[in-house]
Every structure is written in structure tokens, then in C-alpha cells.
């Protein structure tokens, strides 16, 4: 496979055609943009918790490419049923992996995230296939 | 239209072997460089002129009695002879070394611009500028509680002059604009521009980054007060940039950068500064980057600004007519005088996924928000694919782009 059908894979261009978790979110304030100021991408996440605490669910609302709206979209299906606690854990691993910090095959024990493993050779497309994340630990309650 | 329909003396195959990247392959696909208003690529002259000044000449400059540092600093001013020469300087003194575009600017908004500016005072800027002809009038203004103000583009992307004299007010010190713009492709009237500003005792900066490597540039026929350009997009090197001054203002100026070279006498008491434009050049400059920029200059003038420019247009007409048939295409900037600059966006697709596309294709894009945030925001978008041009390009490269492009908006679907 080529590096860029390594890069976009079936499973990502799907998530990018349909996203999951997606949703409007104009009650979230602007403050919790999140930006990648290279090509203008731009994130909102919002995370839901029950009255006590526990964690149920994480929405997005993004504008950007293919790479980053199907990061979104696959990261709200991976946190899905975790606990605040194993969210925060699995979004470190996702970043870590992807920056290079931990060997990417750490993604290949993530489900679907292992279709992401193309983006490390893309090292301008990391912020791209990070950004969601990022916002999402963002929206978590402090720890 | 074929390719032999344009020709600039050379053939045009001929002149593509000037430039050894060109002949790269990308994958299993040459190399088509269409990222030209980033950085041109540099024709064999400019490569050996720089390694023959390291492998021969290298020393420093103005201070060796030795041989070679009288080769050094006489190739380095010769370099200056010769850019002062190109753009139609007065004086080679009026000519000063810098980094790049962005460092001249910086230079005149730090130097002249803390020396002159008052509070109250205002700086007039148009919508398509650069963050590089923006920033550093926002860093100035806040030290001296200055404004900045903002003409704005008609919807084609040309700049009409009758918003710069909407715009004016009455504190207006200096008016900064870009000669062509690096995304719409938008040539401004800078010669009118500036004799708006004269009449009204106000200054001009012309940021020629993306028409200096276009046409022929003349500061006495434009009357501009500074002009700035960066070598490595007028196929010179990376690292050396030209900030152009007129005469009285530069001798007025303070400097900006303190260090070796820039001073006259230094004494703990104080220190007296250098004449000009040694003046502004503080620190051992980019002597082989000088050097390479001068090769340049030579390597064009061979060819010719007039036959570049006819060149140029030939290749803008084809883009233009053939970019207009890709289904789904949008793009900003028709106004009638361009150079070949060209951003648009495809359909939905984000312009990074287009450009990652391109790519595999061996095409070279930009994509983004251009260093031109402001005018993204004006389009309201925010990021655009971007094909720039140098007469090295060919009529087959923009069928490539084209066809990429229709593959696609397929791909993506």
C-alpha cells in the first residue's frame, strides 16, 4: 500500500463521509475551540456526564479535513462505555502513539484507531489526527 | 496551445534544465512545482554560484585585510550593486541586507516606525496583506498607541483606490501594501497608491515578495518610500532579503539591530553608528546568500522580466480557462491584473485532503491559510488550495492538476 492509501484508509474515509458524533453545538461557548492554526481546522467538543459524575458520552462539532473529522468521529465511538478515568488513559495512548512517543503499534490493540497508524509519516497531518483529542481532554472535568 | 506556441528565446524544455530539481521524480510521477509563491526553485547558476563562494572566496566581510577578504566583501558588494540595479535604486547605499521580506518589514516598523510614530497616529493596511506586513505594524502600534486600519478588497480581490481614501484619516503616517497579493494573485496599483499618499504627506511600503519575482520592480517609477522582497522567491536563496530605503529616510533612521558592523565607534560612554546601510546590517550577513541572490538576478535578466512576464501570462490564461472547467471549483481572486497565483477550494473537501491528493500525484500545492489569516476570514474560509506558477511551469503540468483534481473530487466523493 502507498503511504497515502496507508494515510486514507477505507475505514477513515468513511468516518470522514459519515461522521459519528457529530453534532451543532452552539450552546458550547467558542472558548472551547479548539484550532489547528497551520490549515484553519477547528474543533468544539462536548463531553456529557451523569449527575454523580460518570462519564456517558463525548459529541463533536468540527470543520476540517478528512483526517481530523474522522479522528472525531472514531473517538467518540472509543470512549464510548469507559470511565472518565480509562477515557483520559486512552486518549494519552492515541496522542502518544501518533506523536511518536510510544511505538505505533500501541494503536494496533485500539479497534478501529489502528487506522491511523498511516499518519505518522505524515508529520504535518498529526495535529490534524491529534486535534480532537486534545479537545476532548480539554472538556474532561479536571482529574 | 502547446508549449512551443510560448517560448521565452530558449525553448522552454531547455530552460526547465537550468533548474536540476525539475527533473525529480515524485513516486512514479515527475515533479510538478506548482508551490512557486512559497519558495521558486533555484536554477544551477545560483546553486554554484554559492558553493563557489564557500569552495573559493568564503571569508568574513569589511573586516580581513587578507585576499580573501577582499574577494568576500567585494562579491558581497557587487551582489548589493546588483539588486540595487534591478529594482532601479539611486544608490547602491539604499539597498540593505536583511533576512528576507519579513525581516525588512520588521525593520523599518521597529526602526522608523518607534522613532516616528505617535500616539494617535495610523497605519493603513488592505485586507489581502501578509502576516508579515501586518504583525509588525501590530507590534509597533501597541508601543506607540497607534492605529491600524484596513482597506478593504472588492469582491473580484482587487483593491480599489477608492478605499484607500475611505479608509484615510487624518493621522495616516504609512500606507503598506502588497504589490501582488500571495493568494488572490491581485496586482496592485502601487504607483497610484503612492502618489495618494504623497499628496497626502504620508509614507508607502510596498511588500513586493510576490511581484519581484513577476516583473520588473522600479522603486524610482513606483516612488516608494521602502520596498522589501526575499531573495528565495525570485529563485535566489533562502536566508537573504532586500529592504529598499529612500536615502534621507534611511539616514534618519536609528538602528534597529545593535551589534558588529552596524557601528561607527563604540565606547562604553556610547557609540556612534556606521553610514548606510551598514548602518542596518549588524552581525556577519548571509555573505553566499548575497552572492547566490546576485546569480539570481543575472539568471533572469538572461531570460529576461519582459519575457517572464509574457511567459507567465500565457501559462495564467491557460490555468485560469482550464481550472474554470473543473466542476465544483471555486476560486478567489479574478481581478484583471494578476500574476499567476491561483487559490481555490473543491466541492467540500478540505484543502489539505486535496493537496495530500496532488501529492500523490507528484503535484506541489500549498494548502492552508496562506500566512493571511485576515483575508481567510474575509472569504470566509478557512484554509485554500493554492497552485503558484514560474515560467519554468508548462501547459502539460496544469492538464496534471486539472485531472488530479477531477480524480479527486471523486475520491473524496
Known amino acids: ?67 481530523s473529522t474522522a479522528s472525531a468521529s472514531l473517538m467518540t465511538l472509543a470512549v464510548a462505555d469507559h470511565s472518565l478515568e480509562e477515557v483520559r488513559a486512552i486518549a494519552w495512548s492515541f ?49 | 496551445m502547446g508549449s512551443e506556441a510560448i517560448r521565452v528565446g530558449r525553448g522552454i524544455a531547455e ?25 521558486s526553485q533555484k536554477p544551477r547558476a545560483v546553486v554554484e554560484a554559492t558553493s563557489r563562494f564557500y569552495s573559493r572566496s568564503n571569508a568574513n566581510v569589511h573586516r580581513a585585510i587578507h585576499a580573501l577578504g577582499e574577494e568576500a566583501t567585494a562579491a558581497f ?26 525581516e525588512s518589514i520588521n525593520l523599518v516598523a521597529a526602526s522608523w516606525g518607534c522613532a516616528e510614530l505617535l500616539p494617535g497616529d495610523a497605519i493603513l493596511l488592505t485586507e489581502m496583506e501578509h502576516h508579515s506586513d501586518i504583525v509588525p505594524w501590530q507590534m509597533v502600534a501597541a508601543r506607540r498607541g497607534c492605529r491600524i486600519l ?83 522567491k525570485a529563485y535566489g536563496p533562502t536566508g537573504i532579503g532586500v529592504l529598499y530605503g529612500k536615502e534621507r529616510l534611511l539616514e534618519a533612521m536609528p538602528p534597529w539591530m545593535g551589534g558588529g558592523d552596524m557601528i561607527r565607534s563604540v565606547a562604553f560612554e556610547g557609540s556612534t553608528w556606521n553610514d548606510l546601510p551598514w548602518k542596518f546590517e549588524a552581525g556577519t550577513p548571509n555573505v553566499a546568500g548575497a552572492v547566490g541572490l546576485g546569480a539570481a538576478i543575472d539568471y533572469v535578466e538572461g531570460i529576461g522580466m519582459d519575457a517572464i512576464g509574457e511567459r507567465e501570462e500565457a501559462l495564467s490564461d491557460c490555468a485560469l480557462e482550464r481550472l474554470g472547467e473543473v466542476e465544483g471549483l471555486v476560486l478567489y481572486g479574478t481581478a484583471p491584473r494578476r500574476c ?74
Open chain 2, 15 to 39: 530552460l526547465r534544465a537550468d533548474f536540476p530539481i525539475l527533473s525529480r521524480r515524485i513516486g512514479d510521477f515527475p515533479l510538478a512545482y506548482l508551490d512557486n509563491a512559497a519558495t
Open chain 2, 150 to 232: 484596513v482597506a478593504r478588497l472588492e469582491a473580484d480581490g482587487s483593491l480599489d483606490l477608492s478605499r484607500i481614501e475611505r479608509e484615510w484619516d487624518p493621522g495616516t503616517r504609512i500606507v503598506a501594501v502588497a504589490q501582488a497579493s500571495n493568494v488572490l494573485g491581485t496586482v496592485n496599483d502601487v504607483k497610484a497608491i503612492t502618489s495618494i499618499a504623497h499628496e497626502r504627506g504620508a509614507l508607502v511600503l510596498v511588500d513586493a515578495a510576490q511581484s519581484v519575482p513577476h516583473f520588473a520592480v522600479d522603486v524610482r517609477d513606483l516612488d516608494c518610500d521602502f520596498l522589501a522582497f526575499s531573495g528565495h
Open chain 2, 340 to 413: 499567476p497565483v491561483f487559490s481555490f477550494n473543491l466541492g467540500r473537501i478540505h484543502a489539505h485532503d486535496l493537496a495530500q491528493y496532488l501529492d500523490r500525484d507528484g503535484i506541489a500545492v500549498r494548502a492552508g491559510h496562506h500566512c493571511a489569516q485576515p483575508l481567510m476570514r474575509r472569504l470566509g474560509i478557512p484554509a485554500a488550495v493554492r497552485a503558484s506558477f514560474a515560467f519554468y511551469n508548462t501547459e502539460e503540468e496544469i492538464d496534471r492538476l486539472v485531472g488530479s483534481l477531477a480524480e479527486a473530487a471523486r475520491f473524496y466523493g
Open chain 2, 77 to 102: 558588494e557587487e551582489a548589493r550593486a546588483k539588486v540595487g540595479r534591478f529594482i532601479g535604486a539611486e544608490k547602491d547605499s539604499e539597498i540593505v541586507f536583511t533576512r528576507g521580506a519579513t
Open chain 1, 1 to 67: 500500500m502507498s503511504d497515502f492509501d496507508e494515510l486514507y484508509q477505507e475505514v477513515i474515509l468513511d468516518h470522514y463521509r459519515r461522521p459519528r458524533g457529530a453534532a451543532r453545538l452552539d450552546h458550547v461557548p467558542d472558548s472551547a475551540i479548539l484550532e489547528n492554526p497551520t490549515c484553519g481546522d477547528s474543533i468544539k467538543v462536548e463531553v456529557s456526564l451523569s449527575p454523580d459524575g460518570f462519564f456517558l458520552g463525548a459529541r463533536f462539532e468540527a470543520k476540517g479535513c478528512a483526517i
Open chain 1, 95 to 143: 496522542i502518544r502513539a501518533l506523536r511518536g512517543d510510544d511505538p505505533v503499534e500501541a494503536l494496533d490493540g485500539m479497534g478501529d484507531l489502528a487506522a491511523f497508524k498511516g499518519v505518522v509519516r505524515f508529520p504535518v497531518r498529526v495535529k490534524c489526527a491529534t486535534l480532537a483529542w486534545h479537545a476532548l481532554l480539554e472538556a474532561l472535568p479536571p482529574a
